[in-house]
């Protein structure tokens, strides 16, 4: 078909006079295609009136369209199944030239931001070869929009806590902040809203603050007004993570580092420069660090078991044996989990990254060979005071120990009952159990309990001829 510069041409030479078959020669075009220019007497080129094989179908193409949730795969299916004789490249491009299923893509806007304006942080999942296995890792950015400079760690979780120090090892990587952050509407970093009503969680807003910057969100479905951050991701995935082993998350982040450095240091078409070039205008722009950084830490309460462990994200940590029982305050760091009691620091340990059901043992934490153990003093303390409240209280300690009883948790159950119980019926049911040569310790305070209940759970009478409500 001819194009409208060349039909044009043909109405022109025929309006000065010149015949067709000179028209035809001149242009490179058959007489029979001048005719038909000549015929139609205009240059704008005529639609096709072409049939489609499609064209019959298409009320039952809009309807197999929502059932099968926009999938033309599963359209085709089920046309094919009902008699219809359309194949699937004639069913997609009617589709795709009605605006069928799929909206017509819209224009990408541009977003201009000069130095020091703005940075963008996203995180993304990837698969990374570590420890000799493949497993799932976010992958966290931080891209500078004016230079694009770019900062990426990976993380096998990707908390609140990771966020802050993520955001702190790249502010400090490029000494300075820009004056906004623009995020996507990850629960993370938000509170509430979206776009630009979103309203950040205010132990991040706190963390903004401390380096100069507020969090931005962009609306739900602009994914392009973050894409200064978006499109690196789909580079780190098949340059820097394809056909790389790590032996653990601290080698993944050294590599990661050093290919971010020879990134920001490679010659961008689009930019006419390196980022590391462009780097040094806009570093004057951004707002300086703090004089002091403190180091990012999630703070956790922790009750230390009976082997002198305590828990932390299915890892054990170990404290001071003496500290059994005691309820302590950890911090968790990037590096390292430090356990105070109080405002004192009583254990320091590396940071277990994965959880991994790891056991980390510091061996000034437990006794020496030869010590003793604490509870032999705890049960000999114990055992002094029971035969102090009561008479009857260390024959019933010498029947547990006959018995292959008498741990501390025994003596303390029986302390419990003489402490808390009345005189009279604790002694009565002592007296009762030392007949019988029974050790049952839950025995035993039932047997307690129903003395006690004859004299103090009596109900008074109700009058004559009252009834329950």
């Not at 404290?319 to 320091?348: C, H, M, W």
Request: net charge positive.
């Amino acid at each position: 078909m001819l194009d409208e510069p060349t039909r044009s041409a043909i109405l022109r030479l025929h309006q000065q006079g010149h015949g067709t078959r000179a028209i035809a020669d001149v242009l490179g075009v058959s007489r029979g295609a001048v005719k038909s220019v000549l015929r139609a007497g205009q240059a704008v080129v005529p639609a096709l009136a072409r049939a489609e094989r499609a064209e019959p179908y298409r009320e039952q193409i809009l309807e197999l369209l929502a059932s099968c949730k926009g999938n033309l795969v599963r359209v085709h299916e089920e046309l094919v199944r009902g008699g219809a004789e359309v194949s699937y490249p004639a069913l997609t491009a009617f589709c795709r030239r009605h605006g069928i299923g799929k909206p017509p893509a819209e224009p990408v806007g541009r977003h201009h931001h000069g130095p020091g304006e703005e940075m963008q942080h996203d995180t993304s999942p990837h698969v990374a070869k570590v420890g000799g296995k493949e497993r799932r890792v976010v992958t966290a950015s931080l891209v500078l929009c004016f230079c694009r400079m770019i900062f990426a760690q990976c993380y096998p979780r990707f908390s609140r806590f990771e966020c802050k120090v993520f955001l702190t090892d790249a502010l400090e990587h490029f000494d300075g902040a820009c004056g906004r952050c623009m995020i996507d509407n990850t629960h993370v970093l938000v509170l509430s809203g979206t776009g630009t009503r979103m309203v950040p969680v205010p132990e991040m807003a706190s963390f903004g603050e401390r380096f100069g910057f507020v969090f931005v969100a962009h609306e739900v479905g602009d994914a392009n007004r973050s894409g200064k951050v978006e499109r690196p991701f789909h580079y780190i995935e098949n340059n820097f993570l394809a056909g790389r082993a790590f032996d653990d998350f601290a080698h993944l982040n050294a590599e990661l580092r050093s290919w971010c450095d020879r990134v920001n240091a490679t010659h961008k078409k689009h930019l006419h420069a390196s980022p590391r070039e462009l780097f040094v205008a806009e570093r004057a722009a951004m707002k300086p660090l703090p004089i002091h950084v403190p180091e990012v830490y999630a703070l956790h309460h922790r009750i230390v078991d009976t082997e002198g462990y305590v828990n932390l994200h299915l890892n054990q940590y170990s404290v001071p044996y003496q500290l059994i029982g005691r309820s302590l305050e950890i911090r968790e760091s990037k590096n390292a989990v430090d356990v105070f009691e109080g405002p004192r620091v009583v254990a320091t340990h590396r940071r277990v990254l994965e959880s991994e059901g790891a056991r980390v043992t510091e061996p000034a934490h437990r006794p020496k060979r030869g010590a003793g153990v604490p509870m032999v003093r705890v049960a000999s303390e114990t055992e002094r005071r029971i035969g102090e409240r009561m008479a009857s209280g260390n024959a019933y300690v010498a029947l547990l120990r006959k018995r292959g009883r008498g741990s501390v948790r025994d003596l303390r159950w029986l302390a419990r009952m003489i402490d808390e119980y009345p005189r009279e019926a604790m002694s009565a049911a002592l007296e009762e159990a030392l007949a019988f040569g029974m050790s049952d310790l839950d025995r035993l305070e039932r047997m307690v309990l129903r003395r006690v209940a004859r004299d103090f759970f009596v109900l008074p009478r109700r009058p004559d001829g009252e009834e329950d409500e």
